[in-house]
Structures are given as C-alpha cells and as structure tokens.
C-alpha cells in the first residue's frame, strides 16, 4: 500500500482528494493547520477524519518538526497547503511567502536531509494565475500572433479599459486556450509565491531524481468550499449572498471570463497523476477549456438556487485580477490521460445542493472589500 501525505488535505480541494484516494485503497496522512481564515475560529479535525482512518497531524507547513513527522515513511506527497487569497495577498505579503514560498522550502528541506529516502513523487497544486493574462491573439491583424499581454495597470482599470490591448494595432484581443509554455507573468503575490512553489519543486526534484508534477489549476469550485473566507472563491461567496438575498456586486463590466472546473475533476486529475506509471516531471494545466463570464455565472447560481438574479455590475476593480483566462488541457488529457467529466451547470447543481445543507455564514463580502480600499488596491 502508497503511502501519501497531503498537506492542507483539510481543506477544500484536499479534502475530496483524501476520500478519493482513500476509496482507492491509499493510506492518507494529512498536514493541516486547520486555519482559522478557512475552518473558523473553533475548528475541530473532521469528523471523516476517523471514519476514513486517515492520520490527521494537525501542525504547521512552516514547523520544521510538523513536517518532519508528517514525513515519516510517506511515498508520495501532495502538496496543497498555502495562504490562496489573489487579493489579501498583496497586503500580507509576508504571511503569503512565508506559508507558500517559505513553507514548501521547509517541505524540500527536510526531504532532501531525512535518512531513509522514501518519497518517490512530489505533486503541486499551483494555479493558473501563474500565467497572468495568459494567451491572446488579435483579430483585426492580418497576423494572428500568439500574445501574452502584460497585466492590466491601475491607471488602465481606472479608465475602465477593461481588455487587453493588442500590442500591433491597439485593438482589443481574444483570449485564447493558454498552454503551459505560454510566459508566465504573475500579476499578485499569490500568483508569485505559486510560481516561487513551482521552481523550488522542479529544480530539487530533477536534482534529487524524485518524480514531480505540478498541476495548474484553473477556477475550482464545488462541495465543500469554505463558506467562511471572503477572501476566496467566488462561487461561494455569492452563494452566502443570494441565500440572504443580496445583491451580487459584479467587477468590472462584468463579461470578464473565468475556466470553472469541479472539485472532482481536480481530485481526480491528482488522482491520475499517482497513478500514471512515469511520474508527469512537467506543467498540466487543469481546467476545463470552457470560458463562463462572471455575469452568467452569477446568473446560473442564483438559478441553482431556484432564485431571480440580482446583480449590480459595479464597474469597480481589484489591482491583480486578470481579464480572462482559460486552459488548454491537451496535456491533461494526454499525460494525465484525464478529461474533465462535470459541466458547469451539474456542477452548479451539487454545489447548491451541498450549501443549503450548511449553516447560514455571516456575508464578509464588504469587509473584505473594504480592506482592498483602504490599501489602494480596488478602485
Ligand atoms: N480553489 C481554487 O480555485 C484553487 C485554484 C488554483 C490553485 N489552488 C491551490 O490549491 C491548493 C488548495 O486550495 P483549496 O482551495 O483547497 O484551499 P483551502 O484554503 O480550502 O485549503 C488549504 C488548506 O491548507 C491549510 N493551511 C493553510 N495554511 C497552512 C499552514 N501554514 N500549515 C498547514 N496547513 C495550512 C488550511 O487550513 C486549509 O485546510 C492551494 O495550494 C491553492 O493555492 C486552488
């Protein structure tokens, strides 16, 4: 039997991998610090904890000895802890390093020196902000070329000049399936400390001859979501909003563009990289190629919810969000031999589902945005 550790296996997307893997005959440890941010302030280990017999360290990525135990004997460690906020990260800049940059060095650290070498794979979840932009091209030049623009500056959103411009002709450009090869070009520190995560992973990897894979993930949503943190997760937030019958404040003019994929994909895209006989030792974007506006979105939720739409397109903006952005999953589906089998509107429908089946959060939507004004960084 495998033996795995997955950090932030509490978590939401860790979670659905611990019951996966553990129906696939995997024995689970999980690392988790049960962060207040995501589990509230008297979090408790899980009650599927016991009932799936997984080994729960409740400790943190950064303690030294934590990891250490948490290591003891694993084969395979899925590393998905980290601080996941695009935009509280470019207020607790320090927080977010130490957790995702810091974190996955005390990770590497103590494998690197552990007596018995017994980890075998090491995967990552990073994230497609990595990309920034990602890919585009132009429609109105003769030359359709590839391009990866740069992010959006303050002064461009404050003009309300919402699309990437095309660096030939001025004019607007059209998002594109970006591939892994496209440039990377992170636009917060969030995104920043992922790619941090994603180099201290590959470079100790290829040194140590230990297989990797680093899975981009796209917009994940899903069962199991922390109701709780305002700083994440769209779908969720907007779920505590139409259950108190809240209107859904929309950025920008609200056609920007989002790759939604299920928790289960995910899970089961982590899955496929266990289980592929050669490690992946690459990039695998994983989403769904599918590109949904925020506004419709918006609009399928409330639907799920059997409610009228009620959204205010505000025209406000976060410094650090991208315009659009989607996968091209043609190395999912051909290194990982995986492809996404959840749409967005049954996707909708479990998540809904799930939500009403859960304590009614108090909405800290405002809170948080208001942090975002009081640094200058939503305007
Ligand atoms: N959810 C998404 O849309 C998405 C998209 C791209 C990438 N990712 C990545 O996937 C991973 C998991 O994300 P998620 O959505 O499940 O987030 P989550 O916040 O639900 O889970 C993260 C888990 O990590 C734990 N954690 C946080 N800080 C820790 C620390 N210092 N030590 C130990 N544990 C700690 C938290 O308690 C939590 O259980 C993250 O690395 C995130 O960057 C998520």
């Given amino acids: 039997m495998q033996h795995v550790l997955i950090t932030g296996g509490a978590g939401f997307i860790g979670s659905h991998l611990t019951k996966e893997l553990c129906s696939k005959g995997y024995s689970v440890r999980i690392l988790d610090n049960l962060s207040p941010q995501i589990h509230g302030d008297s979090a408790q280990i899980p009650e599927w904890v016991d009932d799936l017999s997984v080994e729960f360290h409740r400790g943190c990525i950064t303690n030294r000895a934590d990891v250490k135990n948490a290591l003891e004997d694993i084969d395979i460690v899925i590393h998905l802890a980290a601080e996941t906020g695009t935009g509280q990260s470019m207020y607790e800049i ?8 810091q974190g996955t ?58 699309d990437p411009l095309c660096s030939i002709c001025g004019s607007s450009l059209t998002p594109l399936p970006t591939k892994e090869t496209d440039s990377i070009k992170p636009a917060s520190i969030y995104a920043a400390t992922k790619f941090a995560q994603e180099h201290l992973i590959s470079v100790f990897c ?17 069962e199991g979501q922390s109701l709780n943190n305002p700083y ?19 950025f920008e003019d609200g056609n920007e563009t989002r790759d939604f994929i299920h928790v289960s994909d995910v899970a089961n895209s ?12 690459c990039i695998v974007n994983v989403g769904t190629g599918q590109l949904t506006t925020v506004k419709e979105v918006a609009t399928k939720l409330t639907t799920a919810f059997g409610k009228t739409p009620n959204i205010t397109v505000t025209g406000e903006y976060r410094i650090g969000d ?35 089946s859960q304590d009614l959060p108090e909405d800290l939507l405002d809170k948080a945005n208001n942090e975002l004004k009081a640094k200058n960084l939503m305007g």
């Avoid at 779908?235 to 259950?243: H, P, Q």
């Avoid at 982590?270 to 030792?281: D, Q, R």
């Avoid at 290194?335 to 429908?349: A, F, W």
């Fill in 94 to 101: 320090q927080k977010y390093n130490d957790v995702n940059s």
């Fill in 232 to 250: 994440t997760g769209i779908l969720s937030i907007f779920s505590t909003r139409i259950r108190r019958d809240l209107n859904l404040p929309i």
């Fill in 322 to 356: 991208i315009r659009h952005n989607r996968a091209d999953i043609t190395l999912l589906k051909d290194k990982l031999n995986y492809t996404p089998k959840v749409d967005l509107e049954k996707g909708l429908k479990s998540f809904v589902d799930w939500v009403q």
């Fill in 270 to 281: 982590f899955l496929a990289a266990i289980t592929t006989h050669n490690s992946p030792n």
């Fill in 105 to 162: 060095a005390v990770l590497l650290d103590i494998i690197a020196n552990k007596e018995t070498k017994s980890v075998k794979r090491i995967l990552l979840a990073s994230s497609r902000s990595v990309y920034g932009e990602g890919a585009y091209t132009c429609s109105n030049c003769a030359d359709k070329t590839r391009q990866c623009p740069d992010s959006r500056t303050a002064q461009v959103l404050a003009e309300e000049k919402w």
């Fill in 206 to 222: 290829e040194s140590q001859g230990i297989g990797f894979g680093i899975l981009r993930l796209q917009n994940v949503y899903g």
